[in-house]
């Protein structure tokens, strides 16, 4: 495959919750976030692969095919490639400490930053409360996720043809949810706890498809979204900050900034 030329370039860079092998995926903006930025880290932090739908219904598209050859051809070009296991591509974890050609399976590793600040990184689905004692109430809340993705899928067809970009009702309608809001905050508070317990500056995770950057008893709280709902990725700088990148906004705006200016021309004395 060929590696698009006109590319940015990280020091590290973190993406989970892609769910290939699911219809909610949206691999062609994800395929393109991948050819348009490079980096020495790349992390797959969990539900990279969904299993869960595969298992129900088998999906795979070009796209998905040409996500993972150029994941592959990244590895061994010399990016170091992790993959951190989640609970959707849990099938992956008696494999933990091995690795697949050049991608290293893991269920969680710590990253250190170039300002030297250490990351716990992993998944997040090991302190959700209803994946660990309620897991029929997680298959139960997943079949409802799958028919709301189908709706926001559809809406975003009908944007489309009107000439409006991408926008997710379906990550709209769960922010301005109360009782998904305090999940989400607890599930926050509770991530950020475990890395002060392990002495450690921050941890990075995914899980909830919620892109995050915010400080919480002194420790950094990083999550680096998703690819059915926001299409964000987290990123490392050079200098070791970091940052949430939200594909489908920064696509938008480059495509502002490429349009044309028009000028008027002077009127005729």
């Known amino acids: ?18 769910h290939l092998g699911s219809r909610g995926c949206k691999a062609e ?28 219904r088998w999906y795979w598209d070009t796209f998905h095919d040409q996500i993972l050859h150029l994941l592959f051809e990244r590895a061994q070009r010399g990016t170091q490639v992790t993959y951190v296991s989640g609970n959707h591509d849990e099938f992956l974890r008696p494999f933990i400490h091995h690795r697949i050609t050049a991608i290293s399976l893991e269920d969680e590793v710590v990253h250190t930053t170039a300002d030297g600040r250490k990351f716990l990184v992993l998944h997040g689905d090991q302190f959700d409360g209803v994946m660990q004692f309620a897991r029929w109430l997680a298959i139960l809340g997943d079949w409802i996720y799958e028919r709301l ?13 009107m000439g409006y970009p991408y926008w997710s009702l379906s990550a709209y309608l769960k ?8 999940f989400i905050s607890a599930f ?33 709280y990083c999550n680096d979204g998703d690819w059915v709902e926001s299409c964000t990725a987290l990123v490392e700088e050079w200098d070791g900050s970091l940052q949430v990148v939200r594909w489908t906004e920064a696509k938008n705006a480059a495509v502002e900034v490429c349009l044309p ?8 004395a």
């Not at 395929?31 to 739908?53: M, R, S, T």
């Not at 200016?261 to 005729?268: C, F």
Request: net charge positive; glycine share 4%; hydrophobic share 40%.
């Open 188 to 220: 926050e508070e509770t991530l950020a706890k475990e890395a002060k317990k392990r002495q450690l500056d921050g941890i990075i995770c995914g899980h909830i498809h919620h892109a995050e950057i915010r400080e919480i008893d002194g420790v950094l």
């Open 149 to 161: 993705l189908v709706v926001n899928n559809v809406y975003n067809r009908l944007r489309r043809r």
């Open 29 to 56: 903006f994800l395929l393109d976030f991948l050819q348009h930025n490079q980096a020495d880290h790349l992390y797959l932090v969990g539900d990279i692969i969904d299993g869960w739908a595969l298992r129900k």
């Open 175 to 182: 922010h301005k949810t109360k009782s998904a809001v305090n």
């Open 261 to 268: 200016s028009v000028t008027p021309e002077p009127l005729a």
């Open 1 to 18: 495959m060929t590696i698009n030329q006109n590319f940015r370039k990280y020091r590290s860079i973190w993406i989970s919750d892609t």
